[in-house]
């Protein structure tokens, strides 16, 4: 994934999604695949939602990531067939346990990659605001995205310093509550005093005015936003009656 | 509003990192504990910050919709709703002053990561159900002997040790730290 | 206009600022002007009560007006008053709000609820008048220092204030950098906008300044118009604390001659980050020892990338390093090696500056960290907390670890990017003290001023390659000059930036 979590450039693709409809999918994906029903038409219902994402991948032409994905739901699917039977104890417990999570979570994994990876950061804002989002929700929404990088590369300074300052494993054995607060202390510190920054320069340009904010990011659904959303509605529809 | 942001951002950071530790078979019972344990550090930081209300509701629905995105299910997004609320109504009972009330309210808050596991006791019965023509009835028996219903308790006894350890600890780097430094 | 009755201000929780005292002022429209002094003289607490933060985001007791076209502004909400004042201020990274520039730019129209159609009109102006098309659409993370400011400068102009205040907005930012925020300040002025500028690099604004305010302990202490200024000579603005008016006019210490006894050899760094060109490719490179080598080159060449492989903390670099015979691969180099960041914050990590100072040795020795302390004048605040003291202050700190880590090469990133001159010259004396213990120093800066005053040796970089390498003698004296006042006029097109 990249270092910012969302796409930060629009790219030009013939099958775009509205981020409403991306988020519908994350839902509804999640809790279908998660609760696990058997029987009936659930059967089918399951496996091709967990399909779903390595087709919207495709559709984009991201060939290696859905590659990547197939690959790691064989080797679940996989797990879960031929390890399970063969082990027992405690052992299989923890195994049943993660290839269990893994083929439940793995697929709702790959829907929310595919509306991380989709959607700029400020498609997902404005998206949230046509759907009347509160502000108090939105704003940190969008302050939060801005910021997993920023953390990331604050920890990434300090741990730099770190090295260089022979701060290491040695320590970390001796002391590791220590450890601990040479990793965090810094970058809370780093972080929040540019969170400060950033507010002031946010206000001084007009953040916290009582006027609806306006957006400039365009978005509107389509003909397969409109599709896809009749689909998962109808899979949750089958998912509620069995 | 952006103090919300940047402390929402840099705790789901710090849990996140914690629950990755979990993929290692051994380490995932224990997430309970160490997640928020190690976030108590900057989330002790956050709730010196907070004046007003519905600060760490937010927080708590941000995570939700967080670990929802990740694939983690949907009741993350409830319980982070709800026990932020009660974490909020516990910091306004106290003013935003009392530091015993600022331990509670994130010891209390910290119960929502068991919305991840809701799924795995709640939907137990289906989810066993579906594994016995695979894997036959006996099999599925011990296994169930293996999770039982206490199992769930005895995790969110271990998630309210470790946010409650986890404040203690936040609370004393907040003294050693912040607090000399002027930012707390 | 702007009026500034009797105002006077303290802070409420302390901050390491100072207050104001008494401050009278009226700005006229259309004017600039520049506010100049010392490191806590008060001229950021001045241009908070311009565009409002004071009172409405930093606490404290104010007493007095502050008037913008006789609308008393201390009574406004602070979105009120940004709609007539724009901000821009000293860090690039901490002032952008969205992930991509367009965004950024939209940012203050859309919290102003203006349609969308005006937003995107007014983008595409701010876009061809300051030329930055190929800066649109893409992460602001990948940007360099310069780009973000421009960005931040580009982002407040779409919202057409009147007056623009610039807080120290040169501090992180290039010879190259620098000249194009001059052509923006040049650009808005001959738009007839009022704009405050508080400042330590007074070089660039020398045209376009009208008006000096110099400030002392929270008070304006004296008064010139731009032409007074240019008359005045090195020493007078010296004594006043301030940094020269031209570059061309800085001479170097002629009392600092370089030593040659022995030379450090690097030889076969190769450095490259995902691309397949390599950002560092050196193949041999003789130093001599036990002197203070600058580095210089344009944003991009390949500096801090230098820098972060000599020390060994990129891990794919190879290379080896020849100190007295000894050769050093990467963790010998780790070992060998201190870095003096940029940022720093980022090392910065006990709770009192003693215990700083003692992370950095072996074995703790309480009486020889506190020598070193008081050689570095920081021995009445060892028991402070090192985030509690000043930008200058931490930066002692960090130069007093690289003195107890007892380490043979330490190299420093922008030491002094934003620091007066006199903290310059305190940076100056220590970098003096340190070439004196034998120690080879590295400095990485475009403070011409700092290089002049104490370096030996210069390291001249462009992509990835050492170009030149010369001592600073006479000769030496005149290709750094040139090379900085060329770029001071033809900045270099950064289409390669890294971020800093």
């Known amino acids: ?242 | 509003m952006i103090t919300v942001g940047v402390f929402t951002a840099i705790y789901f950071v710090v849990f996140f990192a914690c629950g990755m530790l979990g993929y290692i078979p051994i380490f995932m019972l224990l997430i309970p504990f160490i997640c928020p344990f190690v976030a108590g550090i900057p989330f002790m930081l956050y709730l010196t910050k907070i004046k007003r209300f519905g600060m760490v509701t937010i927080t708590g629905l941000i995570c939700g919709i967080l670990m929802l995105i990740t694939g983690m299910s949907w009741p993350p997004i409830f319980t982070g709703l709800g026990f932020g609320l009660i974490a909020d109504f516990i910091l306004k009972s106290g003013n935003y002053q009392s530091s015993k009330k600022t331990i509670t309210a994130y010891t209390v808050f910290s119960v929502w990561l068991m919305g991840m596991m809701l799924p795995l006791y709640f939907m137990r019965d289906s989810y066993f159900a579906a594994m016995v023509p695979t894997y036959g009835q006996e099999y599925v028996d011990a296994l169930m002997s293996y999770t039982p219903t206490w199992s769930f308790f005895a995790l969110t006894a271990l998630t309210i040790l470790g946010g409650f350890c986890g404040a203690l600890i936040g609370k004393s780097v907040l003294k050693k730290h912040f607090k000399k430094a002027g930012m707390a | 206009m702007i009026e500034l009755k009797n105002v006077s201000f303290s802070y409420s929780q302390g901050q390491k600022e100072n207050g104001l005292h008494n401050i009278n002022l009226t700005i006229r429209q259309g004017e600039v002007v520049l506010l100049c002094g010392e490191s806590g003289c008060g001229k950021t607490t001045l241009t908070r009560l311009i565009n409002g933060l004071i009172p409405n985001y930093y606490e404290g007791s104010l007493t007095g007006q502050i008037l913008i076209n006789d609308q008393a502004i201390h009574k406004l909400q602070i979105y009120e008053t940004a709609k007539m004042v724009g901000s821009v201020f000293q860090n690039p990274r901490s002032q952008f709000f969205n992930v991509d520039t367009t965004s950024e730019l939209a940012f203050g129209c859309e919290n102003r609820g203006l349609p969308a159609e005006e937003i995107n009109r007014r983008i595409a102006e701010t876009v061809s008048d300051f030329k930055i098309d190929m800066l649109m659409d893409r992460s602001i993370f990948q940007l360099s220092g310069g780009e973000k400011q421009k960005i931040a400068c580009a982002s407040v102009s779409t919202c057409h204030p009147d007056i623009f205040v610039f807080d120290e907005p040169s501090s992180n930012l290039d010879i190259a950098a620098i000249e194009d925020l001059r052509k923006l300040i040049e650009l808005w002025k001959s738009k007839g906008k009022t704009i405050i500028i508080a400042e330590h690099r007074l070089y660039f604004l020398r045209e376009l300044v009208d008006r000096v305010l110099y400030m002392k302990s929270g008070r304006i202490e004296k008064e010139f118009t731009a032409k007074q200024m240019k008359m005045m000579n090195l020493a007078e603005l010296s004594s006043m604390g301030l940094r020269p008016l031209s570059l061309e006019s800085l001479t170097r210490d002629k009392k600092n001659v370089a030593q040659r006894w022995e030379d450090v050899y690097l030889s076969n760094f190769v450095f490259s980050y995902k691309n397949i060109t390599p950002a560092i490719k050196i193949d041999l490179l003789t130093v001599p020892k036990g002197n203070i080598v600058a580095v210089i080159g344009h944003n991009g060449a390949g500096k801090s990338t230098f820098a972060r492989c000599l020390c060994g903390l990129e891990k794919s670099c190879k290379g080896t390093l020849d100190l007295c015979g000894e050769i050093c691969k990467r963790r010998d180099r780790l070992r060998r090696c201190y870095m003096v960041m940029q940022d720093v914050n980022h090392q910065l990590f006990t709770e009192s500056v003693l215990d700083e100072i003692l992370l950095s040795m072996g074995e703790a020795d309480t009486a020889k960290a506190e020598s070193i302390l008081s050689s570095l004048d920081l021995l009445p605040m060892k028991d402070l907390h090192p985030m509690s003291l000043s930008g200058g202050q931490k930066q002692r700190v960090a130069i007093a670890s690289a003195v107890a880590s007892e380490k043979e090469i330490i190299l420093f990133d922008e030491p002094t990017s934003g620091l007066d001159l006199r903290h310059m010259r305190e940076v100056s004396d220590s970098l003096k003290q340190l070439q004196q213990m034998g120690k080879t120093l590295f400095i990485i800066s475009h403070d011409l001023e700092l290089i002049l005053g104490s370096c030996t040796h210069v390291l001249h970089f462009e992509k990835g390659s050492v170009i030149d390498s010369y001592p600073l003698d006479d000769i030496g004296e005149n290709k750094i000059m040139s090379f900085f006042i060329r770029n001071a006029q033809e900045p270099a097109d950064n289409v390669n930036s890294l971020c800093i």
Do not use: W
Not at chain 1, 56 to 83: C, Q
């Open chain 1, 1 to 242: 994934m990249q270092k910012e979590l969302m796409q930060s450039k629009r790219t030009p693709s013939a099958f775009v999604l509205d981020p409403r409809t991306k988020i519908l999918l994350v839902f509804i994906g999640s809790t279908i695949l998660i609760a696990g029903s058997a029987g009936g038409v659930m059967n089918v219902i399951r496996p091709a939602l967990a399909l779903l994402p390595l087709l919207l991948f495709l559709m984009i032409g991201r060939f290696k990531t859905t590659i990547k994905f197939a690959l790691i739901y064989a080797a679940a699917y996989l797990m879960e067939l031929y390890l399970i039977p063969l082990t027992s104890g405690l052992i299989g417990f923890l195994i049943v346990a993660l290839s269990g999570i893994f083929t439940r979570f793995i697929p709702g994994l790959a829907i929310g990659y595919y509306l991380v990876s989709t959607t700029t950061v400020s498609e997902f804002i404005a998206s949230m605001e046509r759907m009347h989002v509160p502000q108090s929700i939105v704003i940190p929404f969008a302050v939060m995205f801005r910021f997993f990088p920023t953390v990331g590369e604050e920890s990434r300074a300090i741990g730099d310093a770190m090295r260089m300052r022979g701060i290491g494993f040695s320590v970390f054995f001796k002391n590791p509550m220590a450890m601990l607060e040479y990793r965090l202390v810094p970058m809370m510190m780093s972080t929040v005093k540019i969170g400060e920054e950033l507010s002031a320069a946010a206000l001084t340009r007009g953040l916290g005015s009582p006027v609806k904010r306006t957006n400039i990011c365009k978005i509107g659904f389509g003909i397969h936003d409109i599709i896809l959303s009749i689909v998962a509605i109808a899979a949750f529809i089958g998912f509620l009656l069995f």
